[in-house]
């Protein structure tokens, strides 16, 4: 039989395990976390404030109007002739929210004999945030068109031309 002093001893052993058990496994611990967000801009141009030349040579006319999503410049020339010419213009505006790169205008169709000539244009210019108060987010695009006054003949009357430009827009950080 046991005895106390076994009993005793007996206790006081699985009192020491049980201690370095705790000992072993009781300790504290704690976790750091990284939680991120990413939100991304908005790249997005328009054209703003068309204009034209205020002093047309007499009988043609010629016009600049922007459609309501501001993504289209149309130009109108009408009862142009041998001689004449007209400027017109418009601003591209970063209506973004990140800073774009304007890329030289493209010529994609002429149907015209003659070709519209870019007076003014934002090749590879970096235009800022902001309203359009500012000239930073602005830049002019200019377009001279002339019918040459050595044009004779009936071949070129009545007639209707048309051309068309591109102008890409890049974030500002693309080579």
Partial sequence: ????????????IMMIALASLGVAYGYWTDTLYING???TGELDVEFWGAWEDGNPPAGGVCTGTIDQTGN????????????YGCDLGVYVHNSGTIPVKIQPPVLI????????????YPANTVLQVG???????????????DVPASVSGNDYENGTYTFSYTIAATQENVP
Avoid: Q
């Fill in 1 to 12: 039989m046991f005895t106390k002093k076994s009993l005793f001893s007996a206790a006081l």
């Fill in 37 to 39: 967000s990413v939100g």
């Fill in 72 to 83: 289209i410049w149309t130009v109108t020339i009408t009862n142009a002739y041998p001689g």
């Fill in 109 to 120: 169709n002429n149907t015209s004999p003659w070709s519209p000539v870019l007076t003014a």
């Fill in 131 to 145: 309203p359009v108060t500012t000239p930073a987010t602005m830049k002019s695009v200019g377009i001279r068109f």
